[in-house]
């Protein structure tokens, strides 16, 4: 399946599925089953490194350049949001 992500131009839904795509290809997952693990690796620091390192693994692994090129854009739009995150605890409740 070809990832949706434009480097040149950000869309968050092709941002969260092509995060889908990649963690159901990387842990060998059903895309329901990806969802859920991102779900989960997206509650605290650890988890999102997690995440980041698992998109980097598909970057490191990808042979096509069109492709590589949308997982690098995808992976920086992570790292930049994995690194102004706060940790869930820190989030007001409802």
Known sequence: MRLQTDPTHFSITAFLADQVTLVARQEQLS???AVLRIQELSRDPAGRAR???????AWRKETNPTESSKIAALRSELAAWTL????S???PRS
């Open 31 to 33: 895309p329901g089953a």
């Open 84 to 87: 102004h995150s706060t940790p």
């Open 89 to 91: 605890d820190s989030l």
């Open 51 to 57: 995440l980041l390192e698992i998109i980097s693994d």
